[in-house]
Nanobody, 123 residues
Framework: QVDLVESGGGLVNLGGSLRLSCFAKGSIFRIYTMGWYRQAPGEQREMVAT???????KYTPSVRGRFTISLDNAANTVYLQMDGLKPEDTAVYYC?????????????????WGQGIQVTVDS
């Protein structure tokens, strides 16, 4: 079993910065992809940024150039540096992990979600 522990959210003013962290806790031996998704009230959950274990990154167009995703493979931790925040970035941010781990059912690969962390940008 893998648990995702998220931290770093909060309230920030227009143009401010936040850094989200997500630690994947468990007996992980391979990271395929980790990333961040967000869901604003009344909206569908959308991909914000993802990174593979090999370092390939993807961003949704609205955050490209403002957000940076990084991965510490050894620490099983993914980060999202968010700069130039806008009110439209306000949402609950969810960490996602697609990893191999030691599991009771013997199937190593699993996809996991964090509980979500609030990010609010005040105009």
């Amino acid at each position: 079993q893998v648990d995702l522990v998220e931290s770093g959210g909060g309230l920030v003013n227009l143009g401010g910065s936040l850094r989200l962290s997500c630690f994947a806790k468990g007996s992980i031996f391979r990271i395929y992809t980790m990333g961040w998704y967000r869901q604003a009230p009344g909206e569908q959950r959308e991909m914000v940024a993802t990174i593979t274990g090999g370092g390939d990154r993807k961003y949704t167009p609205s955050v490209r150039g403002r957000f940076t995703i990084s991965l510490d493979n050894a620490a099983n931790t993914v980060y999202l540096q968010m700069d130039g925040l806008k009110p439209e970035d306000t949402a609950v941010y969810y960490c996602n992990a697609d990893v191999d781990s030691i599991r009771h059912d013997g199937v190593p690969r699993g996809n996991y979600w964090g509980q979500g962390i609030q990010v609010t940008v005040d105009s």
